[in-house]
């Protein structure tokens, strides 16, 4: 379903292209046409030629949108911009804040309060242990977390959690929300809701959602 939406200078816009994701913004608005920097991705650039068609992920608020479109031209405005014709069609992909894919991979954790405020950082009590991340979404988590913690995993209680994205860790702090305490699993599962999450820490971890929900869709697309 096609949707209206409202593009902005310097807002964050990716170009997909041969299974690839090249990060720009943009530049220029015109009637016709929507102006952005050159993409790159990894220190590659993406110059595009003329004729090109590609497929665009625009960020808006707490929204994103996609589009497929033509490269109409290039100019030069201090740098080089490469024109997109503005698009007549624009989809919404899935909230990204509800959007949860799975994600199992060793994180590092620590209790940092609990309702009483018992436990604060830098408080020798404070005890850090392994766990390992289920799913994960722009909002929140699932954690499974070792039997012997049990007396310590409650809900409302605040865990920090290091996990590992790519070549960088970020450190979150989420409130327990969920807990899953199966007497047969020897894990008790705990469901997180991110706490004043830092809004280049949330951006990472949504562009690791919507990175991975592209993925599982190319694949699905492949195998019918």
Partial sequence: MSVKVEFLINSKLEIEYNDDSYKSNIQDITDEYLGISIPVSDGKYLPLARGEKVTAVYYYGKDIFRFDTVVIGRKVEKILIIMLKKPEKVTMVQRRNFAR???????YCALICNEKNIYTIGDNQIEFFDAYSLDISGGGMRVAIDRKYENKIQRGNMLMVTIPLGNENVTI?????????DRKNPKIICGLNFIDLDRKVRETIIKMVFNTMRDQMKKGAREE
């Fill in 101 to 107: 894919v799975p994600l199992m991979i060793n994180v």
């Fill in 173 to 181: 702090q989420g409130k327990i929300v969920r807990v899953e305490n």
